[in-house]
């Protein structure tokens, strides 16, 4: 079984402060990606990478990188987190980018900024 | 501009009866669609994946249509039971260029006893 691993289930920051999220998935999976999930809204993609040191900008990328060193690691990162990035954010990794795989996802971390 | 849409409403049906939920989109030609179910405070879980040049796609109670004329795929549920409940959500793949997917906001499905 794939299992997407993310590193906290809540996260409270402080406006300004920098955030990493980590997500580790464990089935040598091309692709890796990170969505954030608001009610209303859906499932809205930040960023996402299809190698090692390669990512791509998704739809909402503005106030967000990320990092990925490793293929089973992908790192977002929020340099000054503020109140509108309070959200849920979800990790995923599918097994290629040449054809229609199936997305498996972390669990999700709840992320409050105050 | 692009759009998927899901009933943002939620959908309520009496255990056993069939439950149907809809994907519509504008501005999109997916090579393929896949839904995905979602429970209160988890990832969403891959359910199926239809390709554009296949009708309709089936796995144990659950049925997926995709009809690229009419820009809709329909996501149905037959016998349903209590422990589907959950929000369930559409999304689409182009296939070529962008290697992601593009999702819907999803449909909560709630079957009551």
């Known amino acids: 079984d794939v299992k997407v691993t993310q590193s906290s289930r809540y996260l409270v920051k402080r406006t300004g402060e920098k955030v990493f999220l980590e997500c580790v998935q464990d089935m040598d999976h091309e692709n890796m990606f990170w969505y954030r999930q608001d009610p209303g809204l859906g499932l809205r993609l930040i960023y996402f990478?299809?190698?090692?040191?390669?990512?791509e900008k998704g739809d909402i990328p503005e106030g967000y990188s990320v990092s990925r060193e490793k293929k089973e690691r992908f790192s977002l990162i929020l340099e000054s987190a503020s109140t509108n990035q309070t959200s849920m954010y979800l990790c995923?990794?599918?097994?290629?980018?040449?054809?229609?795989?199936?997305?498996?996802f972390g669990p999700g971390t709840r992320l409050t900024v105050t | 501009s692009q759009k998927i849409e899901q009933n943002s409403e939620a959908l309520n049906i009496q255990e056993g009866k069939t439950a149907t939920l809809t994907c519509n989109y504008t501005n999109y030609s997916p090579a393929y669609l896949q839904w995905y179910r979602q429970d209160p405070g988890r990832g969403p879980v891959f359910l199926l994946l239809?390709?554009?040049?296949?009708k309709e796609k089936r796995k144990e109670r659950l049925k997926v249509t995709f009809d690229t004329t009419l820009k809709q795929s329909l996501f149905h549920i037959t016998a349903s039971q209590p422990a589907d409940s959950a929000t369930y959500l559409c999304a689409l793949g182009e296939g070529t260029g962008r290697r992601a997917l593009t999702f819907g906001s999803g449909t909560r499905l709630q079957v009551q006893p």
């Open positions: 239809i390709r554009e040049n296949e």
């Open positions: 995923a990794s599918s097994l290629s980018s040449t054809a229609a795989y199936e997305q498996y």
């Open positions: 990478s299809y190698d090692v040191k390669m990512k």
